[in-house]
């Protein structure tokens, strides 16, 4: 089987080494040309375990090549990102809708085509299957046409791809039967074949569920930090009752999937959606929240900021909340960022971070974070304080003051 697969990012790239370890031929398209020319040398883009060393070996056996264009396969796989829109925070499209157009001019009776891209529900049948009948195909007899979403978490996609369930939502009972066969070259979960809007909903559902429930634990943060109780606590205390499991709370929701997709459904019934939308504003509050605490531990100084990932690590910086609470810092404290993972000129070593500040604010879950030199802090801060928002550090020494959702109350 050849494949074509559209988008060469965190989905496409590593769903293009698994097709091409499983005995497909394998052609990754992007529109990076830097991507694209350090792919058919393997190197890879993304920092993801496993994923290096396939790729290299896919481009040396000539089962993987990358290009600027498409070709002629049996399938084609969409993995382009769909962002909202800010207006009325309905799917953006337009990436889908022209990675559809690309591939127009290659495609043949038989071809299968299947959208892995998160999208609103009911869009692969209102607005992705006419743009192949205008093309004069006819979809579950010449042209088979699936939505089958990715359900995959970072730092663990490869495994994940293989080993989860895989929904396949069909445009007709045919198409979601031709879509699974595809799969079936690699995925070892369960194949659940659907219709192509179930599946849309099921995919925003299950990011949506969990941004709701982040925003719970939120919420109750801010509540334990007004009336004067341990956040943390409470989150353990709870989830000793054998039918509660309270997510914890953070900075902010981060990544394609959960700071978005719940837009995709509160957008197509806004009147209706008031719990999605509710989670989604608590959600976004936490960065503001951060930044007025990080005011009430110091007026004025150096911050030393450890991550901007939305995932610990990885380098996947997506829809970071990091970015915001920077952003709303800059103006008053000087910054200094370190992030392991994260390539970025300006961003500096631990050892800099550190030195001579006034405040280290944790922003990212990265193991390097969970146990941090504290000899080096006390030597380069005057009055060691950190604020762990992800609360991940579990004890420092006496010498040094830690703030977490925990104790926040003191601050007031």
Do not use: W
């Amino acid at each position: 089987m050849k494949v074509c697969i559209i988008g060469q990012g965190y989905i496409g790239l590593p769903t293009a080494a698994l097709f091409s370890k499983n005995h497909c031929k394998v052609v990754g398209v992007d529109i990076s040309e830097k991507i694209i020319n350090n792919l058919n040398k393997g190197i890879v883009h993304i920092e993801e375990p496993g994923i290096g060393d396939l790729i290299k070996n896919a481009v040396e056996k000539k089962s993987y090549s990358a290009s600027l264009t498409p070709q002629k396969a049996d399938a084609f796989i969409i993995t382009v990102p769909t962002p909202y829109i800010a207006e009325n925070y309905s799917c953006d499209l337009s990436y889908v809708i022209d990675a559809c157009h690309s591939i127009l001019p290659y495609l043949e009776k038989g071809n299968i085509v299947i959208i892995e891209s998160t999208v609103a529900p009911m869009s692969t049948d209102e607005q992705i299957k006419p743009i192949f009948e205008e093309a004069g195909f006819s979809i579950g007899k010449d042209l088979y046409l699936a939505h089958c979403p990715e359900r995959v978490l970072p730092g663990k996609i490869m495994y994940e791809l293989v080993n989860n369930n895989r929904i396949i939502g069909g445009v007709t009972e045919e198409c979601a039967k031709k879509a699974s066969e595809v799969y079936g070259e690699f995925v070892e979960g369960e194949l659940i074949l659907t219709e192509a809007k179930t599946a849309e909903l099921s995919k925003c559902m299950e990011n949506t569920f969990r941004d709701v429930n982040i925003a719970l634990a939120n919420e109750l943060t801010k509540i334990c930090a007004e009336i004067g109780v341990n956040a943390l606590d409470v989150i353990e205390m709870a989830n000793k009752h054998p039918r509660v499991n309270l997510h914890s709370p953070g900075p902010g929701v981060g990544g394609h999937c959960l700071a978005i997709d719940p837009y995709f459904i509160y957008a197509k019934a806004p009147e209706t959606a008031k719990i999605i939308k509710l989670a989604r504003d608590t959600n976004n509050s936490m960065p503001d929240f951060v930044c007025d605490n990080i005011r009430k531990i110091i007026k004025k100084g150096k911050i030393a900021v450890l991550g901007v990932s939305y995932k610990g690590n990885t380098d996947d910086d997506r829809e970071s909340p990091a970015y915001e609470i920077i952003d709303k810092l800059s103006n008053d404290y000087e910054i200094q960022i370190h992030d392991p993972h994260v390539e970025n000129p300006n961003y500096v070593n631990f050892d800099i971070a550190v030195k001579d500040s006034d405040l280290i604010l944790v922003l990212c879950d990265h193991n390097e974070f969970k146990d941090l030199d504290y000899n080096l802090i006390k030597k380069s801060m005057k009055n060691p304080v950190i604020f762990d928002t992800k609360n991940i550090i579990k004890e420092v020494p006496s010498e040094i003051k830690l703030y977490n959702y925990g104790n926040l109350y003191e601050l007031n």
